[in-house]
């Protein structure tokens, strides 16, 4: 064996020396002699075994430590015999009641004492009450010198009979370690011997430099090719980033953000968008009420109160027939959970200034049946327009804008649909593929009973689109649910763009 072109460090001939006295190590034992750094002894084995002048075998080893309720027992005793103590002076018996707060214990604690003694028909329960039937002594002395020995050697060797009864009562908890084992090899014992031991630096002071100090240092060599540990930094969620990346879109394209409460008023969300109070989505299976306070106020401008009144009962002013009912303001102040996104369209066509055109990003609530395109909690794009030359064919180009460029959609279809706050009405899918076409949500012009009560005489657009699921058709996301996911190496790793 040649050892003239091994290069060997102070630090690596002390660690060969002590594995050379001590003919096997572990990782931590190195650095308790050396008194070296754990990582530093870590880099040294790891170099010595890469050049063959020590062997590392990684080792599992089980260790046993005292849990919360084992360290309890060893100050206070096993509570069994805790009981028997005080049965021993009361031979009429305890009631069970009484002793959680005789004996300090919890109630966990007492019925396993309890159960212990019962089932080796050392005592008996009439009526609530513990009774002794036999006298006991020495009961458990063999358990508490085990845990007693296990608190001063987590290495203590334990019958395995006994080491179950002692985990199955919550005492003991068995940690399985792993270390590595170091030996010195035969070219490592050779080595030490016949070759020349140097200093080396890891880098160059500007004295070393200047004194020309540096020509007779060795300098520590490094693995270029080898890939560096990765570091996961911190970084926005990557569907917070899609969010902002959809409002900076519509920003561009011309649109306000228009905002609004989370906690909502039926008039909002519903009757100043002529849905009608007995329709079935205002019952308690599609919206969250809010149990206290239960009502809040209407809006301060009455005339605007009695404009949504008046087209409900009669449909004045706009020649409809409305609903045909009592309108009931008290319905009307009930609140809810935002279960739509359209609630804040409502609130903005109050001030509204025309041209105009509006944009939300809205947290909505509905009591949905959760699966891959459905929560109970999501996101909704919302947004209106309004301007006198405005017509449908510019509310579907609109969309099919939305879902091309910001969800990267290749098909787009629509079809007719229905809402009672919109005519004519469609909805959006997107083709996504592995779950085919998935709605994206619904649109039309807000019919005259809702601009009418705020004096809007132009067309004004609307659309309400799930934003969650724009972006499970850009990522190819199968489930919903993975938006909200905790998964690390998907949020490590998903493309933020």
């Known amino acids: ?105 919890s109630r966990q604690a007492v019925n396993a004492g309890v159960g212990h003694l019962r089932k080796a028909g050392i005592i008996k329960i009439t009526k609530g009450v513990l009774i002794p039937v036999k006298p006991v002594s020495d009961l458990n002395q063999e358990l508490e010198d085990i845990l007693r020995s296990v608190s001063k050697d987590p290495l203590f060797p334990i019958p395995k009979e006994i080491r179950k009864i002692l ?71 990557p569907y917070l980033m899609f969010l902002d990346e959809v409002k900076q879109k519509l920003i561009g394209l011309g649109f306000t953000e228009m905002r609004g409460p989370l906690v909502e008023s039926e008039f909002w969300n519903f009757d100043a968008l002529f849905q009608a109070q007995d329709h079935s989505a205002r019952e308690w299976s599609d919206v969250y009420t809010i149990k206290h306070p239960t009502h809040g106020t209407l809006p301060k401008d009455k005339e605007l109160v009695k404009n949504v009144q008046l087209v409900h009962e009669t449909g004045e002013p706009t020649g409809s027939r409305g609903w045909r009912y009592r309108w009931d303001p008290r319905k009307a102040a009930q609140l809810i959970l935002r279960p739509q996104g359209t609630s804040v369209s409502a609130r903005t ?11 939300c990003i809205a947290r909505c609530y509905r009591p949905d049946s959760v699966d891959a395109v459905h929560l109970s ?32 959609a290749t098909k787009v279809r629509f079809k007719p649909d229905y809402y009672p706050f919109t005519s004519p009405s469609a909805e959006l899918s997107a083709y996504h593929p592995k779950l085919g076409f998935i709605e994206f949500g619904g649109s039309g012009i807000f019919r005259p009973e809702v601009t009418a009560p705020f004096g809007i005489t132009d067309p004004v657009i609307a659309w309400g689109l799930g934003v969650d699921r724009l972006y499970m058709v850009k990522r190819g996301i199968n489930d919903i649910r993975e938006l909200f996911t905790q998964n690390l190496e998907w949020l490590r790793t998903v493309p933020m763009t």
């Not at 140097?198 to 080898?226: A, C, H, P």
């Not at 066509?349 to 944009?359: D, N, R, S, V």
């Not at 510019?394 to 939305?402: A, E």
Request: glycine residues 6%; proline residues 3%; aromatic residues 6%.
């Open 1 to 105: 064996m040649n050892t003239d072109s091994i290069l060997i460090t102070s630090e690596m001939a002390a660690v060969l020396k002590h594995l050379k006295d001590s003919g096997s190590l572990t990782i931590d034992e190195i650095a308790e002699i050396t008194e070296l750094s754990h990582a530093k002894v870590e880099q040294i084995t790891l170099r010595l075994s890469r050049d063959d002048l020590a062997t590392r075998e990684v080792k599992s080893i089980n260790k046993i430590w005292l849990t919360e309720e084992g360290n309890e027992v060893l100050s206070k005793g096993f509570p069994e015999n805790l009981i028997l103590n005080e049965l021993n002076n009361k031979p009429d018996g305890i009631p069970i009641a009484h002793l959680s707060s005789l004996l300090d214990l």
């Open 167 to 237: 985990s199955n009562r919550g005492f003991i908890e068995v940690k399985e370690r792993q270390y590595a084992s170091v030996q010195i090899t035969k070219l490592g014992s050779k080595a030490l011997s016949d070759s020349e031991i140097v200093e080396t630096v890891s880098r160059l002071t500007s004295d070393q430099i200047r004194s020309g100090q540096w020509r007779s240092l060795q300098l520590k060599s490094y693995n270029v090719t080898s890939r560096p540990k990765k570091f996961p930094v911190g970084r926005k969620h």
């Open 349 to 359: 066509l109050y001030h509204l200034e025309i041209p105009a055109k509006y944009f």
């Open 377 to 408: 909690e999501f996101n909704q794009l919302e947004g209106i327009s309004c301007d006198p030359s405005i017509t449908f064919r510019t509310l579907l180009g609109l969309l099919k804008t939305f879902a091309t460029e910001i969800a990267g």
